[in-house]
């Protein structure tokens, strides 16, 4: 299932990649793009959620630790400096979310709950 992931996230890779090379003219090629990379978000969400069913609590509590923390570091954005184009985690700087990506992570929080609270663990 990793395996299936990296492929999944190297082509998202190159979708991204295309679309930041299109010229501005280039509406449908975009429009292609954009629905191919909303298909492998799609894919990538259905793994992830078969990968966290394998996982321990242990280790779904961290992940939710951590996606509630980049939440929250969006907020924290948007309220200091809504120009700047990153985000500073943890250990790292990587390239701001946008509003989509924001609600994936949310999607991704609500899974997490979900499958906890099956295995008896009620998280706020």
């Keep these: 299932m990793v395996g299936g992931m990296s492929s999944i996230l190297r082509e998202l890779a190159e979708v991204q990649h295309q679309l930041t090379s299109l010229p501005k003219d280039a509406e449908a090629q975009k429009h292609g793009l ?3 990379q909303d298909e492998l978000h799609t894919r990538a969400a259905r793994l992830a ?6 996982r321990s ?6 992940r939710l630790a951590e ?24 250990a790292r700087t990587r390239p701001a979310t946008g509003p989509q990506s924001e609600s994936r992570i949310e999607a ?8 906890l ?3 008896g663990i009620d998280i706020r």
């Design 108 to 115: 991704r929080v609500g899974r997490i709950q979900s499958l």
């Design 67 to 90: 996606l509630r923390w980049q939440l929250g570091a969006l907020e924290r954005q948007r309220a200091t400096a809504p120009d700047r184009p990153t985000v500073r985690g943890q």
């Design 57 to 62: 609590t242990q280790d779904l509590l961290a």
């Design 49 to 54: 959620d078969q990968i966290d069913e394998g």
């Design 34 to 36: 954009l629905a191919r």
């Design 117 to 119: 609270r099956k295995r």
